[in-house]
């Protein structure tokens, strides 16, 4: 609408108003801002409330108010378990504000009660950003949401209706990964629960594939959804009138504070439950390496969670919350020059200040703590933060390169993906390309670098004991990983959390070899919180992730486990749990774990315990092993599995067993599903398409499990 057109006079303005009476003029208002009456009764009374009157009666969880008194119409919800759903949620939030001068209300969607949903704006978009954790599982911020939309009759602020969200319309784009059965599968819940509730979805639902090229998708749909979006709201797209480069935070550099300052500690100071949002110090109990002759490394660690009111189940998941190598601090601050101000106290607030997430860690805090607790300064940097970063570069030359890193999708494939370099070595070998004349010094203000890095996140461990066994003891196994590129051979990449455990252990046992070439890390946490030197003491930052990953609850029931490398984690803790229970004098059923490694002298894990565990569940159990070094050729565990296809078939079919696969989902997790398959046209006499839909079913029945990573 141009300016003409709304153009009144004062006097005209003065006559409406003495003619149509004051009520009438702020109904037509309402109307024309907000495409609704302001005064419908069938309304909850915050929707007619005056900013700051009766403001302490807001549901804080309410969106609506908040978009409403920012006169906001688009909403973006996210779903992020690792943050990259949340780093696209900001990223559609600038490009709208960059197309079109649209502010867009970014939510946490675990910090919105989405029963309000059906009272969205009718001229308001809202967009999802939704990913898949695991097998099909949602992310712990949208579990409310999940539970909402998978009620029998799910219950939003209006009461039961047919279609309460017929008003609503809305963009979705979901994150996932093919190597999973249950592929993108919240999002396509979530779109087509939307969708059966009356929601009308713009456009084609995005589909994005970590597996191959999440960015990409990303970018493809976004591509073809902003024009859609532009109709929507009836706005112009003015983006060569915008700056693309705007900051969620502004960051201030303090010289005196008498405030707490967080030194890397993780979560509100204020909260004494230990949870997700703030991890339990655990005391490490144990550990040991289970590998032997072999450069390779596999941690054995036991935490101690009995004062922490922690508990966990066989097949749950430890989160540890890693922290970075001083090895790649010292590049990141060398290659932005920011050396002299590690331990300079910083504030940081939201440009946006109704944004749900005030801060993205603990404020205030340190650059060094910024570095080496909160950012994950270790991911791999899109094309999108490279051309964020092409105006600071030191020279034109770099600039060149860089730009063309950020423009060249194959080019960032080679130099970023497959190098699996992070960004403060992007810009170094970019520099380095350019030439030794140049300075390789980076001057990115604050505020635009905390927009390259996203919160650094827990890694998630399958738990290798028994709950029933040690209730406050909780183990976890993991490889120490460290690798060589193909691209670049002569350089290792090393693990984040793994190898930030290692020197744990290294510390521990006073083992560190001076012959590998490790990362260093400063294990001692903040504030000594995690390592006293003398003592000889280490905790670990953690909390305990609830799976769905279950041993049957008839405990006579068969049960057949693959799990090849570490895989073995939670089926070691399941061995255990029934041994435990078969000591108690209850009756166990059949259980049957395949194991394969490389060799039985180098890395057949647990091979001490297994002998001990299997003797107390009876003849019928045993572990099947597949050394796949150890013959001509190459034995794995889907070759035993054949091998015993006979007796497992029975099993399944007339014992009513259940099936456990963890480990590799791109191949080993698909190879066993096919090997059941097979089983089923062989020895059950079924066609290939009924053979596939018994595996199906057993997967519906919870009869077929995975815990399994890409």
């Given at each position: 609408m141009s300016q003409r057109n709304v153009t009144v006079h004062t006097k005209e303005v003065l006559l409406l108003v003495s003619a149509l009476g004051l009520s009438t003029v702020a109904y037509m208002a309402a109307k024309f801002f907000f495409g609704r009456s302001g005064t419908n009764p069938s309304r909850p009374e915050y929707?007619?409330?005056?900013?700051?009157?009766?403001?302490?009666?807001?549901?804080?969880?309410?969106?609506?108010?908040?978009?409403?008194?920012?006169?906001?119409?688009?909403?973006?919800f996210f779903g992020s378990q690792t943050g990259t759903a949340e780093e696209?949620?900001?990223?559609?939030?600038?490009?709208?504000?960059?197309?079109?001068?649209?502010?867009a209300q970014i939510l946490d969607i675990e910090h919105c009660d989405m029963k309000y949903l059906d009272q969205f704006p009718e001229d308001g978009v809202a967009i999802f950003v939704m990913a898949t954790y695991g097998e099909g599982e949602p992310t712990d911020n949208a579990q409310v949401f999940w539970e909402l939309l998978h009620g029998p009759a799910p219950a939003f602020s209006l009461g039961h209706q047919n279609k309460p969200l017929e008003h609503l319309r809305y963009f979705i784009?979901?994150?996932?990964?093919?190597?999973?059965?249950?592929?993108?599968?919240?999002?396509?819940?979530?779109?087509?629960?939307?969708?059966?509730?009356?929601?009308?979805?713009?456009?084609?639902?995005?589909?994005?594939?970590?597996?191959?090229?999440?960015?990409d998708d990303f970018e493809a749909w976004l591509e073809e959804t902003l024009p859609l979006f532009g109709d929507e709201i009836d706005v112009s797209d003015i983006s060569s009138t915008s700056s693309i480069h705007d900051t969620?935070?502004?960051?201030?550099?303090?010289?005196?504070?008498?405030?707490?300052?967080?030194?890397?500690?993780?979560?509100?100071?204020a909260q004494t439950a230990w949870d997700v949002k703030k991890p339990y110090p655990a005391a490490i109990t144990a550990s040991r390496d289970l590998v032997s002759n072999s450069d390779r490394h596999c941690l054995h660690l036991e935490v101690d969670i009995g004062e922490s009111g922690l508990t966990y189940t066989t097949g749950d998941h430890l989160a540890v919350w890693p922290t970075n190598s001083e090895t790649e601090i010292q590049r990141l601050v060398?290659?932005?020059?920011?050396?002299?101000?590690?331990?300079?106290?910083?504030?940081?607030?939201?440009?946006?200040?109704?944004?749900?997430?005030?801060?993205?860690f603990p404020e205030l805090t340190t650059y060094r703590a910024m570095f080496r607790h909160y950012l994950d300064i270790r991911q791999l940097p899109s094309r999108q933060v490279l051309q964020m970063l092409v105006p600071y570069c030191p020279a034109p030359e770099i600039s060149a390169i860089v730009q063309r890193f950020a423009n060249d999708k194959d080019e960032h494939r080679q130099v970023v993906i497959e190098a699996v370099r992070n960004l403060p070595e992007v810009l170094e070998y970019a520099a380095d390309q350019a030439g030794s004349n140049f300075s390789a010094v980076y001057a990115v203000p604050t505020d635009v670098l905390l927009e390259c890095f996203s919160r650094l996140q827990p890694r998630y461990y399958s738990i290798s004991s028994s709950s029933s066994e040690t209730p406050n003891k909780v183990t976890l196994t993991a490889v120490n990983l460290k690798f060589h590129p193909k691209p670049t051979p002569d350089r290792t990449v090393f693990?984040?959390?793994?190898?930030?455990?290692?020197?744990?252990?290294?510390?521990?046992?006073?083992?560190?070899?001076?012959?590998?070439?490790?990362?260093?890390?400063?294990?001692?946490?903040?504030?000594?919180?995690?390592?006293?030197?003398?003592?000889?003491?280490?905790?670990?930052?953690?909390?305990?992730?609830?799976?769905?990953?279950?041993?049957?609850?008839?405990?006579?029931?068969p049960v057949i486990m693959i799990g090849p490398g570490t895989g073995v984690a939670p089926f070691r803790g399941f061995v255990r749990e029934r041994a435990f229970q078969k000591s108690q004098g209850r009756e166990v059923g059949t259980t049957v774990l395949f194991f394969g490694c490389r060799r039985s002298d180098e890395d057949f894990l647990y091979k001490d315990?297994?002998?001990?565990?299997?003797?107390?569940?009876?003849?019928?159990?045993?572990?099947?092993?597949?050394?796949?070094?150890?013959?001509?050729?190459?034995?794995?565990?889907?070759?035993?599995?054949?091998?015993?296809?006979?007796?497992?078939?029975?099993?399944?079919?007339?014992?009513?067993?259940?099936?456990?696969?963890?480990?590799?989902?791109?191949?080993?997790?698909?190879?066993?599903?096919?090997?059941?398959?097979?089983?089923?046209?062989?020895?059950?006499?079924?066609?290939?398409?009924?053979?596939?839909n018994y595996v199906k079913l057993l997967r519906d029945k919870n009869r077929y499990q995975e815990d399994v990573w890409a």
């Amino acid at each position: 609408m141009s300016q003409r057109n709304v153009t009144v006079h004062t006097k005209e303005v003065l006559l409406l108003v003495s003619a149509l009476g004051l009520s009438t003029v702020a109904y037509m208002a309402a109307k024309f801002f907000f495409g609704r009456s302001g005064t419908n009764p069938s309304r909850p009374e915050y929707l007619v409330t005056q900013p700051g009157k009766n403001e302490e009666n807001i549901d804080p969880l309410n969106f609506l108010y908040v978009m409403e008194k920012q006169n906001r119409k688009i909403a973006i919800f996210f779903g992020s378990q690792t943050g990259t759903a949340e780093e696209y949620a900001k990223r559609i939030g600038k490009e709208i504000k960059h197309r079109f001068n649209v502010t867009a209300q970014i939510l946490d969607i675990e910090h919105c009660d989405m029963k309000y949903l059906d009272q969205f704006p009718e001229d308001g978009v809202a967009i999802f950003v939704m990913a898949t954790y695991g097998e099909g599982e949602p992310t712990d911020n949208a579990q409310v949401f999940w539970e909402l939309l998978h009620g029998p009759a799910p219950a939003f602020s209006l009461g039961h209706q047919n279609k309460p969200l017929e008003h609503l319309r809305y963009f979705i784009f979901g994150l996932g990964n093919s190597s999973y059965v249950n592929f993108n599968w919240v999002g396509k819940c979530v779109d087509e629960k939307l969708t059966a509730l009356g929601a009308s979805r713009i456009g084609a639902r995005g589909i994005g594939d970590d597996d191959k090229s999440l960015d990409d998708d990303f970018e493809a749909w976004l591509e073809e959804t902003l024009p859609l979006f532009g109709d929507e709201i009836d706005v112009s797209d003015i983006s060569s009138t915008s700056s693309i480069h705007d900051t969620s935070y502004t960051v201030i550099e303090l010289e005196n504070c008498d405030a707490h300052v967080y030194h890397g500690e993780l979560g509100d100071q204020a909260q004494t439950a230990w949870d997700v949002k703030k991890p339990y110090p655990a005391a490490i109990t144990a550990s040991r390496d289970l590998v032997s002759n072999s450069d390779r490394h596999c941690l054995h660690l036991e935490v101690d969670i009995g004062e922490s009111g922690l508990t966990y189940t066989t097949g749950d998941h430890l989160a540890v919350w890693p922290t970075n190598s001083e090895t790649e601090i010292q590049r990141l601050v060398r290659v932005f020059g920011l050396e002299s101000k590690l331990d300079t106290i910083i504030s940081i607030k939201p440009v946006d200040e109704t944004a749900s997430r005030k801060s993205p860690f603990p404020e205030l805090t340190t650059y060094r703590a910024m570095f080496r607790h909160y950012l994950d300064i270790r991911q791999l940097p899109s094309r999108q933060v490279l051309q964020m970063l092409v105006p600071y570069c030191p020279a034109p030359e770099i600039s060149a390169i860089v730009q063309r890193f950020a423009n060249d999708k194959d080019e960032h494939r080679q130099v970023v993906i497959e190098a699996v370099r992070n960004l403060p070595e992007v810009l170094e070998y970019a520099a380095d390309q350019a030439g030794s004349n140049f300075s390789a010094v980076y001057a990115v203000p604050t505020d635009v670098l905390l927009e390259c890095f996203s919160r650094l996140q827990p890694r998630y461990y399958s738990i290798s004991s028994s709950s029933s066994e040690t209730p406050n003891k909780v183990t976890l196994t993991a490889v120490n990983l460290k690798f060589h590129p193909k691209p670049t051979p002569d350089r290792t990449v090393f693990g984040v959390n793994t190898s930030y455990l290692w020197a744990i252990h290294s510390a521990l046992h006073s083992s560190a070899d001076e012959n590998e070439q490790l990362p260093s890390y400063a294990i001692e946490g903040p504030n000594n919180l995690y390592y006293d030197s003398e003592l000889k003491v280490a905790k670990l930052p953690i909390h305990i992730r609830h799976s769905t990953f279950r041993l049957p609850a008839d405990i006579r029931l068969p049960v057949i486990m693959i799990g090849p490398g570490t895989g073995v984690a939670p089926f070691r803790g399941f061995v255990r749990e029934r041994a435990f229970q078969k000591s108690q004098g209850r009756e166990v059923g059949t259980t049957v774990l395949f194991f394969g490694c490389r060799r039985s002298d180098e890395d057949f894990l647990y091979k001490d315990e297994w002998p001990d565990l299997f003797n107390t569940l009876g003849t019928s159990s045993r572990i099947i092993t597949a050394f796949s070094r150890e013959t001509n050729e190459k034995v794995y565990v889907q070759h035993r599995l054949r091998e015993n296809g006979k007796e497992i078939w029975d099993m399944v079919y007339n014992k009513g067993a259940y099936i456990y696969v963890c480990g590799d989902a791109r191949y080993m997790a698909k190879d066993v599903q096919q090997t059941f398959v097979e089983f089923a046209m062989l020895h059950g006499g079924y066609s290939e398409v009924d053979a596939e839909n018994y595996v199906k079913l057993l997967r519906d029945k919870n009869r077929y499990q995975e815990d399994v990573w890409a």
